[in-house]
């Protein structure tokens, strides 16, 4: 079975930092970009990067480069989303996700078949 | 930039068919898909490349795509159903996906 596993909530105050991580099972870790995906509270999906753990190529969303970092090391299977400095704007739970990519009549298209159950990170002083 | 959009809420009673709409430029050449969010979980994969299910996902759910809108129809809906759903396009040409803003399902 596929599995994204995510690591546990966190609480932490403004100016801290913080790394968060999404272990894969069940499929060739190395070969399938991970998605970082923010959702605020009440609020919809936000995309905010992506890396590919074979060669550790990463994209960002133009809304969180500078703000976040994506790593991953493919040796333990981990994927992983740090930040330097927290504000309680970044309050927010965290989704991994896995790319998939397939080909259509005259283009690739990409969605991301399985999540993690989330972190939920709380900024507060 | 593309922009997806959807309607904040549907509502339909059980046994009927509920029909989530997806609307953007030219939707119909893109591959659109669909994802439920139930209250407290993480989303779900629920319709990829207009119209096909992942396993798991009952036949109940389907979509569709053309002109400027894709749709997301749940058929014999359940109190089950009820969740948020949102749509998303992804294609090559992109660096990143975009995700419609969401439609909560509400069943009466």
């Known amino acids: 079975e596929v599995q994204l596993v995510q690591s546990g909530a966190e609480v932490k105050k403004p100016g801290e930092s913080l790394k968060i991580s999404c272990k894969g099972s069940?499929?060739?870790?190395?070969?399938?970009?991970i998605a970082w995906v923010r959702q605020m509270p009440g609020k919809g999906l936000e995309w905010m990067g992506i890396?590919?753990?074979?060669?550790?190529?990463?994209r960002y969303s133009p809304s969180f480069q500078g703000q976040v970092t994506i790593s991953a090391d493919k040796s333990i299977r981990t994927a992983y989303l740090q930040w330097t400095s927290l504000k309680a704007s970044d309050t927010a739970m965290y989704y991994c996700?896995?790319?998939?990519?397939?080909?259509?009549?005259?283009?690739?298209?990409?969605?991301?078949?399985?999540w993690g159950k989330g972190t939920t990170v709380t900024v507060s002083s | 930039s593309y922009v997806l959009t959807q309607p904040p809420s549907v509502s339909v009673a059980p046994g009927q068919t509920a029909r989530i709409t997806c609307g953007g430029n030219n939707t119909g050449i893109e591959s659109v898909h669909w994802y439920q969010q139930k209250p407290g979980q993480a989303p779900v994969l629920v319709v990829y490349?207009?119209?096909d299910r992942p396993s798991g996902i009952p036949d109940r759910v389907s979509g569709s795509n053309s002109g400027n809108t894709a749709t997301l129809t749940i058929s014999r809906v359940e109190a089950g159903d009820e969740a948020d759903y949102y749509c998303q396009v992804w294609n090559g040409g992109s660096d990143h996906p975009v995700f419609g803003g969401g439609t909560k399902l509400a069943v009466l």
């Open positions: 069940g499929y060739s870790f190395a070969s399938f970009w």
């Open positions: 490349d207009d119209n």
């Open positions: 996700a896995r790319r998939i990519v397939e080909a259509s009549t005259n283009n690739y298209y990409y969605y991301m078949d399985v």
């Open positions: 890396i590919h753990p074979g060669d550790s190529e990463t």
